[in-house]
């Protein structure tokens, strides 16, 4: 099991950058898929990205593509999204998940169906 906590949400104005964190305990963090979503009020639960244990695939949701970049550092258990040219649209709360990959299998997951452990989340605000 992996425990979660994400970090470095804020208010910002339309245009600055922020870059979250989410700190991981537990071993098997280098080996999980890992995503960041998102839960504006009065919204589903949305995909932003997501990066294989490796680090060598990663994916993005239309809505970011371009905006936000997603990396792991596994030997400091931490995933980071980082986020630039932020917009008031960009408001919500920010979650960072987790699950195991599956043997041989080297991409990454779409759905917040998919995984198995979950952050608390960080509230990032933008404004106009």
């Known amino acids: 099991q992996v425990q979660l906590v994400e970090s470095g949400g804020g208010l910002v104005q339309a245009g600055d950058s922020l870059r979250l964190s989410c700190a991981a305990s537990?071993?098997?963090?280098?080996?999980?898929?890992m995503g960041w979503f998102r839960q504006a009020p009065g919204k589903e639960r949305e995909f932003l990205a997501a990066?294989?244990?490796?680090?060598?695939?990663?994916n993005y949701a239309d809505s970011v593509q371009g905006r936000f970049t997603i990396s792991r550092d596994n030997i400091k258990n931490t995933l980071y999204l980082q986020m630039n040219s932020l917009k008031p649209e960009d408001t919500a709360v920010y979650y960072c998940?987790?699950?195991?990959?599956?043997?041989?299998?080297?991409?990454?997951?779409?759905?917040?169906?998919?995984?198995?452990?979950w952050g608390q989340g960080t509230q990032v605000t933008v404004s106009s």
């Open positions: 998940a987790g699950r195991p990959t599956p043997r041989y299998y080297s991409g990454t997951y779409y759905s917040e169906r998919d995984y198995n452990y």
């Open positions: 537990g071993r098997t963090f280098s080996s999980s898929v």
């Open positions: 990066i294989s244990w490796s680090g060598g695939s990663t």
